[in-house]
């Protein structure tokens, strides 16, 4: 049996109940709010550096001079405790202000990723009865019109040319001094209203008297994530103070992780995974976190070795891309210590090829969903290599178990559905109890996940119950046809669906993304059929010259490739 006691000193834990009826093994010593670790990180850190994003670069005490400003002026304008705020800003310092400024008054930070299209932004700011929007101003033609959202009476645009001041770590930084920013077009030193009532203010000019700190209970809603919605209108789900608080030390204790890491925000900061693994846990732990606006694998690589990067936290595609550059082999990365991934099995030749480049590096397989406020498995550190069929181990406080379809518990090694439970398992979904109804069971959240626990420990997804492909009564794991595609050197992306069949009920198809690389279908199937039995191989395969269709949230649309 593979056991945390056996990689890592574990804190205290005891048996608790919360959320009504949920029994739960807790971390005794914990923040009892989202805002309280950043309060935390500026006692202990106040002038060492929390953020840096291309020329800015801000201490703790900046960050949270900032802040107190944004928190000062939302307040100002009429932002309450426990009003929604939906936060639709791409990756730059200011989500980070934002976030924390709405944490402080103790409303609820609700973020949206930019890729979300005007429908779907209408949708999420009327289900959750946003009193305001903070956005940036290249994404105000999105912003749908203010009367069909009645509850919507505040915009701050943040504007796309701002440059805040540098305020670096040295000691001389003053608990006065605070970024500031130059004149935009959209700046204005008064607000002014759109003709359907709702206030437009710029983000620069955000002020007021100084605000104090919101009294919340651990269990309140600090954020709503919206779920993907591929089957349907997104869910948000809502993540409470002492979910975050679990999560972040789950990261923190397992990853070994300290003030002395710096990590890179390459994916979305509106993603559970930027918001909860990155952001939240490096001011856990008061590390800098290095904010990348736009990931292109060149320039990361770069800013890996500039800025001394030792964590990281990636979709696989993307460690595939940093290795097709040239400069990945050259570079030094030797402070790249731990790179943690999920979302997507890693290939096993990404592995080794990562393991020959960077003998430092330690991969880290995490599985979680928004629901489970990012990890409910984690591999120790060390053993990705060994298992890398396996996403982990439970979490520390985590309860993973695999049920069959009529709710009972089946036998050691036996598939079913992965049902989650543990204190960083949100209470359910914002204002839906209908889908909080069929998504929670027991306490546990029903993932979807077709999976098996092994005598280890070990816990591995064969594939979302709605991807399993049925060929003539031959069940198929797209996920194994996906591993297998992706061994194929020039493969960033695969993905493998079922085309209906009036013979057979379904056929395999699969849809490949190589860029720079020339690929024949037979020598695919070939490939393919070496490794997988005869009805697994894809009959259809198709190239293309772009990535393949995402949502918002960067899960991966099958529904728009099965037609």
């Known amino acids: 049996m593979i056991d945390w006691q056996h990689h890592v000193p574990l804190p205290a834990m005891r048996t608790e109940t919360h959320f009504g009826n949920r029994v739960l093994r807790c971390f005794v010593d914990r923040p009892l709010s989202f805002y309280a670790m950043l309060a935390r990180a500026v006692s202990l850190y106040p002038d060492q550096e929390a953020l840096v994003c291309n020329q800015q670069r801000w201490t703790y005490r900046a960050l949270n001079n900032e802040v107190d400003r944004v928190a000062a002026g939302m307040v100002a304008h009429g932002i309450s405790a426990g009003e929604r705020v939906v936060m639709f800003v791409g990756n730059r310092p200011e989500f980070v202000a934002v976030l924390f400024a709405l944490q402080k008054i103790g409303a609820i930070a609700v973020p949206v990723g930019t890729r979300e299209q005007g429908p779907g932004l209408a949708y999420i700011l009327q289900q959750c009865g946003a009193a305001a929007i903070v956005l940036d101003e290249s994404l105000l033609s999105r912003l749908p019109e203010p009367a069909a959202e009645s509850a919507l009476r505040l915009g701050i645009v943040i504007a796309d040319d701002q440059q805040l001041k540098s305020t670096t770590a040295s000691a001389s930084s003053t608990s006065s ?9 959209t700046s ?8 359907n009532t709702l206030q437009l203010v710029t983000y620069e000019t955000l002020q007021g008297q100084p605000h104090a700190v919101a009294h919340v209970d651990e269990e309140d809603c600090a954020c709503i994530l919206y779920t993907s919605g591929t089957t349907g209108n997104p869910k948000g789900a809502m993540l409470t103070h002492f979910n975050i608080a679990h999560s972040v030390i789950h990261f ?5 992780l300290d003030n002395q890491d710096r990590a890179v925000l390459a994916v979305p900061a509106s993603h559970v995974t930027g918001l909860v693994a990155l952001i939240a846990l490096m001011v856990h732990v008061g590390g800098a976190l290095v904010i990348v606006p736009e990931f292109k694998a060149a320039s990361l690589v770069d800013l890996l070795a500039r800025e001394r990067i030792s964590y990281s936290v990636m979709v696989p595609a993307m460690y595939q891309l940093c290795l097709l550059q040239p400069a990945f082999f050259t570079t030094d990365l030797r402070s790249w210590r731990v790179g943690g991934y999920g979302g997507a099995p890693m290939p096993v030749p990404t ?6 480049a960077l003998p430092e590096l330690t991969l880290v397989n995490c599985y979680g969903s928004t629901e489970t406020c990012s990890p409910s498995t984690i591999m120790p550190l060390g053993l990705s290599a060994i298992h890398h069929d396996s996403v982990g181990i439970a979490a520390p406080c985590a309860d993973i178990r695999v049920m069959n379809e009529n709710g009972e518990p089946v036998a050691t090694g036996e598939s079913g559905e992965l049902w989650i439970g543990g204190p ?31 005598g280890l420990g070990l816990v591995r997804i064969f594939d979302r119950i709605k991807d399993m492909i049925n060929r003539g009564g031959f069940k198929i794991y797209s996920v194994e046809v996906e591993n297998t595609l992706m061994a194929l050197q020039g493969v960033v992306e695969a993905a493998v669906v079922g085309h209906p069949c009036p013979v057979l009920g379904e056929r395999v198809h699969a849809y490949v993304y190589a860029p720079n690389h020339a690929l024949d279908a037979d020598a695919v199937r070939r490939h393919c059929a070496e490794r997988l039995a005869d009805y697994k191989v894809p009959e259809e395969i198709f190239f293309g010259d772009t990535p393949l269709p995402r949502n918002p949230n960067g899960k991966l ?7």
Not at 188 to 195: D, I
Not at 429 to 445: I, L, S
């Open 188 to 195: 204005s030193s008064s607000p002014r209203a759109t003709p």
């Open 351 to 356: 592995v080794q090829a990562l393991a020959k």
């Open 557 to 563: 649309l099958k529904r728009s490739l099965r037609g």
């Open 424 to 454: 960083m398992v949100v209470p359910g979904y914002w204002d839906n109890p209908e889908a909080t109804a069929r998504g929670f069971t027991d306490g546990c959240w029903r993932s979807g996940d077709v999976g098996s626990i092994d």
């Open 252 to 256: 923190a204790v397992t990853l070994k």
């Open 177 to 185: 001094s605070s970024p500031t920013s130059s004149s935009s077009p």
